[in-house]
């Protein structure tokens, strides 16, 4: 793995490696959001949250033992999403995508940004923070519902004793299946895996670079910090996603002329 930090010019050989891919997955993390002012979670949680640690929060057991808590939890930061603005990483992502050949945009977050900046082949491995989902049966509830029954947690339409919750994936919970499996099946046709703002820590999209090097995927990781992906990544740019996103698209842009 070779390291490349400022001032933010590619390496000719991994600039020659992104001209020529012809299959592309990106794998991004709360990190790609940071730029925005989302805290990640690895940030430490504020307030009222702050002696929980996020797999305390983001589950089952945590919503049983105190509804109202992660209700509010939920809430607190889907106020703070819909402040924020998608920032140049986003915006850059979704360059990218309309340069590469084939493109697939694996992402962690559940904040919908990547969206927002115009991304749109786009698999949310994680689910969407503004999703309602009944606690009991899975199914759907409505905007309209919610906004007709505010509360702290909000009763479901679809099962007595059951609630709202957010229709994200909390730890101890499978992944959606279809997400998954078109996840796998891009990385089993990538020829670049770019991966972005991820701790590498949660299961199973930690193991995704893995599987695309295994696949013989080039992998470039963009993160500030060393993580468990960079000891498998052939590159490592260290810095933030709104610094090297965009000298990659600028990069790609190259290529058209
Ligand atoms: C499952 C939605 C199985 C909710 C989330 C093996 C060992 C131990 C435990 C497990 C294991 N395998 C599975 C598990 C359990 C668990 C897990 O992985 N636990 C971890 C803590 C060890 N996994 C699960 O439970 C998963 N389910 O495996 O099911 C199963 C099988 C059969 C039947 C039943 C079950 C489900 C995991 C999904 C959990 N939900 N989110 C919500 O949002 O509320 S995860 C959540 O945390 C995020 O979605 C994200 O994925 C994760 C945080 O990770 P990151 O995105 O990487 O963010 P993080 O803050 O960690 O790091 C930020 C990074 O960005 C840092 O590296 C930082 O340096 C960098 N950065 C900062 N600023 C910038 C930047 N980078 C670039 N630019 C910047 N400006």
């Given at each position: 793995m070779s390291t490349v930090k400022e001032p933010f010019i590619l390496p000719q050989a991994l600039q020659d490696q992104l001209i020529s891919a012809k299959s592309w997955v990106v794998l991004t993390g709360a990190g790609v959001s940071a730029e925005s002012g989302v805290p990640t979670f690895r940030d430490a949680q504020e307030g009222l949250w702050a002696k929980y640690r996020p797999e305390e929060l983001a589950s089952a057991e945590g919503f049983a033992r105190d509804p109202k808590m992660v209700w509010d939890w939920y809430q607190w930061r889907r106020e703070l999403i819909n402040k924020v603005k998608p920032n140049a990483g986003h915006h850059a992502l979704a360059e990218i995508e309309q340069s590469a050949d084939e493109f697939l945009l694996v992402t962690?977050?559940?904040?919908s940004l990547h969206q927002a900046a115009g991304s749109q082949k786009v698999v949310e491995l994680h689910g969407n923070i503004y999703r309602n989902i009944c606690t009991q049966t899975g199914r759907d509830i409505s905007d309209e519902w919610m906004t007709q029954h505010p509360g702290s947690p909000v009763p479901s339409p679809?099962?007595?004793?059951a609630f709202a919750r957010p229709g994200v994936v909390w730890f101890g919970e499978s992944l959606p299946q279809a997400a998954f499996e078109q996840a796998i099946s891009a990385l089993n046709r990538c020829d670049l895996m770019l991966v972005a703002g991820?701790?590498?820590?949660?299961?199973p999209a930690a193991s995704l670079p893995q599987w695309a090097q295994q696949q013989g995927a080039c992998v470039v990781e963009i993160n500030p910090e060393q993580t468990p992906i960079s000891a498998i990544a052939d590159y490592r740019l260290a810095g933030t996603s709104a610094q090297w996103l965009p000298v990659i698209a600028k990069n790609l842009k190259g290529k058209a002329y």
């Open positions: 962690q977050n559940v904040d679809h099962a007595s004793a991820t701790s590498g820590l949660v299961q």
